[in-house]
């Protein structure tokens, strides 16, 4: 099967299934994407040599879908972006970069850094016991989680004592009062090899006990002392952001409020106040825009943030604790998948576009697809592919997708005017497919058949539609709404 071409095996399932289990779906979501050739085309460039994509087109064609494909095939991100306290100037913490690999050889020197365990019978009886392996009384070792020495029957845990209180040793209820001490490490010194007075410090982990010298001890100091930081974009994240564009802090981040801002030692430090916006987010990522129009002005900030590939963050609310602080230069190197609607195209910021096709392209996505069988086969995987994303629809029989594949024909030429073409506008399809098979499934049927689709068909019209029905023309209707005594022309006879 490797080398068959997946179209080819698609086309083979096509003209013998008989439902649509038997439909085989891409792993690829760049292949889930039914019909829109050459825009699958670019997406693969677009990916591979980072290109900016605008992506054109009615609602509900695959825009998202496409733009989500692409995050599939992007390298996965190689840096995490921290903010660093600056004991200069709390209220400008800088920024650090952190590669993959220094990661990886940081977290390697720290593991090294875990010291060795060692078997609980092997250190100072008090640590022993301090621990809650060894009985104090009886000597016997046994697991610490037991808290009564199974061999004498004593509690193996230390009574805290109650220092401000002259009858803590006395209080025979202590032990019920939750006043048992557990301790999980013990610190003590020993006489080290060069005959110098060491710590060492003995740490529970599951049944044995860990122990760290001096050495240790202090290279694990010295990295704690590090500049205090907060990860505010992290290795492992997703690398497909949406921007709504409804806010300039969602798009552009912030530096939370603090009550307390003005008083340090009181409040949260500037750094760890921080938030990154989308552009941070979606660094060596996506970052999707859909509507992009309707971002108005915060089109100008992002037209910024691609040129510099860093933008500021700052706080945004000028009555908030957060606005004296400001982070410089953090990366946003993100690459634009921005979808528009025809209409809107002249509201799109002209130096953006420039932008987006100085480095990428622009495509206008198709609203159909020829009618043919290849094109026909798509059209079942799609089905097959929606089934099984909702999760809880029957499968479609092969009368069913016929006649899905019939009503894909009649919209391509009552919406698009075009002949012997397949509907792409697969959104409200898959309206379709969704509501025949909740028909199917509330009638108990174990296969979405061609009469569920019929009447998901019948049902599933737009108001425009539903209105034409009833009033005769859309123009009818409108004026129906407005003089409450014109007559619809199917109600002229009753009244
Ligand atoms: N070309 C397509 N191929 C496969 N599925 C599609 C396609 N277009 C739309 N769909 C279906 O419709 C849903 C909505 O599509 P979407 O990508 O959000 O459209 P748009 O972003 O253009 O409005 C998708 O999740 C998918 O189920
Ligand atoms: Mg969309």
């Known amino acids: 099967m490797a080398n068959v071409p997946a179209d080819d095996v698609l086309l083979a399932a096509y003209d013998s299934f008989e439902e649509t289990s038997a439909i085989p779906i891409p792993k690829n979501p760049l292949e889930q994407v039914i019909g829109q050739k050459k825009a699958v085309e670019i997406a693969k460039i677009a990916a591979t040599q980072r290109r900016n994509l605008l992506l054109v087109g009615p609602p509900g064609i695959g825009k998202s879908l496409l733009a989500q494909a692409i995050s599939f095939h992007l390298p996965l991100a190689t840096e995490e972006v921290n903010v660093l306290h600056n004991p200069e100037n709390p209220e400008r913490p800088s920024v650090e970069v952190k590669t993959r690999d220094a990661i990886t050889s940081e977290q390697k020197m720290f593991k090294k850094l875990q010291g060795h365990t060692v078997d609980v019978k092997s250190v100072p009886p008090f640590v022993a016991e301090r621990l809650g392996f060894r009985c104090r009384r009886c000597g016997r070792f046994s697991s610490s989680r037991q808290s009564v020495c199974p061999n004498c029957g004593v509690d193996k845990f230390v009574l805290k004592q109650a220092p401000d209180s002259p009858f803590g040793d006395l209080n025979p209820f202590a032990n019920y009062l939750g006043e048992h001490e557990r301790q999980d490490q013990v610190r003590t010194t020993r006489i080290g090899e060069n005959g110098r007075e060491e710590i060492v410090h003995y740490e529970r982990q599951g049944e044995k006990i ?9 290279k694990l100091d010295a990295m704690k002392k590090k500049t205090p930081r907060k990860v505010i974009v992290p290795l492992d994240r997703k690398n497909f952001v949406i921007a709504t564009g ?250």
């Open 210 to 218: 860990r122990v760290l010298d001096q050495k240790f001890l202090e």
């Open 246 to 495: 409804a806010s300039e802090t969602e798009l552009l981040g912030d530096v939370r409020h603090d009550p307390y801002g003005s008083h340090p030692g009181l409040g949260t430090p500037p750094y760890q106040r921080v938030l990154p916006g989308s552009i941070h987010e979606a660094h060596q990522g996506v970052l999707f825009i859909d509507e992009i129009s309707a971002m108005s002005y915060l089109q100008r900030f992002l037209l910024t943030a691609m040129q510099e590939k860093k933008y500021h963050i700052v706080g945004r609310n000028p009555h908030s604790a957060g606005a004296s602080v400001k982070v410089e230069d953090v990366p946003c190197d993100f690459l634009l998948i921005a979808a528009s609607n025809i209409n809107d195209l002249q509201h799109i910021l002209p130096p953006l576009r420039s932008r987006v096709l100085g480095n990428g392209y622009e495509v206008l996505l198709d609203t159909s697809m020829p009618d043919t069988i290849e094109n026909r086969a798509k059209l079942a995987q799609f089905t097959a592919q929606e089934i099984r994303k909702d999760g809880k629809l029957p499968h479609a029989s092969r009368d069913a997708v016929n006649e899905l594949t019939e009503e894909a024909r009649r919209r391509a030429k009552q919406i698009d005017g075009t002949d012997n073409a397949l509907t792409l506008r697969l959104r409200e399809l898959s309206g379709i497919i969704r509501l025949a098979g909740d028909i199917a499934v509330g009638e108990g049927a174990e296969l979405l058949s061609r009469e569920f689709v019929r009447t998901a068909v019948g049902r599933a019209k737009p108001i425009e539609e539903q209105l034409k029905e009833r009033y005769g023309s859309l123009y009818k209707a409108q004026r129906g709404d407005v003089g409450a005594n014109e007559t619809p022309h199917d109600q002229k006879e009753i009244s």
